[in-house]
């Protein structure tokens, strides 16, 4: 199913920094500073945020992609000259927010990668809830060579998708990853040609927006929290959620409409 986007209004068409369109349930929100290569400063950090927070209602799936040659290069190394101690921390703090805002708001995010994803661009990219990487795609951490250390969550969401050794040996090191390295790794989920990335994530974002809104919910809040969790603790958690999910009309509708055999098989598109 081809979508056909619209640019957002309201609040949302404000935000110089993104381009955001929408089409029906699925908003499509690029990073817009390709002169920098999509380098993350302070305002577009603080405009990611507010996009990712005032959704509109409609939308139930989001996906992000960076303009130009390349999805993100990081930090915008121009503002951490003069930076004290303590403005660091609320420097990270603040981007823990806004990527919290992105792992943790009403809708799932696919990330669609290309070029540069380096330093704040994993850090982002393990944020969203899948990651579809073009060929051209490539992995950096060169925090180790610029003499500083990841502050946007990613020593804590990096190494849940490509384990620490990884991302030790990308710190350290400067090993760069390529796209195909990087599935392997569990740094996407899926890897595709350049070009093909939004016809695939258009294809998986419509998929997502057509479950059941609670359920889908339930994936993105309750799973990375489970899996933070002890298993006795995790293992209540489900059963709660499972309840609360199944206690759904919506759920209760789909699962009659199996047993009535008017739904889809597994496997099979409805
Ligand atoms: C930038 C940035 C940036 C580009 N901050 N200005 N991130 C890095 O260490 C990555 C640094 N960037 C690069 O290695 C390269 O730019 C790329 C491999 C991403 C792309 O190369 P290329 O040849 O396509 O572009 P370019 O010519 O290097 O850059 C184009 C312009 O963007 C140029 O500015 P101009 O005014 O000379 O045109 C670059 O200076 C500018 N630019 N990247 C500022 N990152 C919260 S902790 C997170 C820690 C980190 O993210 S550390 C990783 C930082």
């Known amino acids: 199913m081809s979508l056909v986007f619209a640019p957002a209004t309201g609040l949302l068409a404000g935000l110089d ?74 420097h990270s703090r603040s981007w823990h927010a806004t990527m919290d805002a992105i792992q943790f708001g009403r809708v799932p995010v696919i990330a669609v990668l290309h070029g540069a994803v380096v330093g704040g661009g994993p850090e982002i990219a393990s944020s969203c809830h899948i990651r579809v990487a073009q060929a051209s795609t490539f992995y950096g951490l060169p925090e180790g060579q610029r003499g500083i250390f990841v502050g946007g969550g990613g020593s804590a969401r990096v190494p849940r998708l490509a384990g620490v050794t990884t991302m030790t040996d990308m710190m350290l090191t400067g090993r760069v990853l390529d796209a195909h390295e990087g599935l392997q790794r569990g740094l996407s989920q899926y890897v595709v040609a350049d070009g093909a990335g939004f016809a695939k994530v258009s294809q998986l974002a419509s998929r997502i927006a057509g479950n059941a809104p609670l359920s889908t919910f339930a994936v993105v809040q309750a799973l990375p929290r489970i899996a933070d969790m002890s298993q006795s603790d995790g293992l209540f958690v489900e059963s709660l959620t499972a309840a609360i999910t199944q206690g759904d009309d919506a759920a209760k509708k789909r699962i009659r409409a199996f047993l009535d055999k008017s739904a889809a098989k597994v496997g099979k598109s409805g």
Do not use: W, Y
């Open 17 to 90: 920094l993104l381009r955001i369109d929408v089409a029906g349930a699925v908003a499509h929100v690029r990073l817009n500073r390709p002169a920098k290569r999509n380098a993350l400063n302070d305002a577009l950090m603080a405009q990611l945020r507010t996009c990712f927070i005032n959704l509109p209602e409609a939308v139930h799936a989001a996906v992000l992609t960076g303009a130009g040659d390349h999805f993100c290069a990081g930090l915008d190394l121009s503002e951490l000259t003069e930076r004290s101690v303590s403005e660091g921390v609320m």
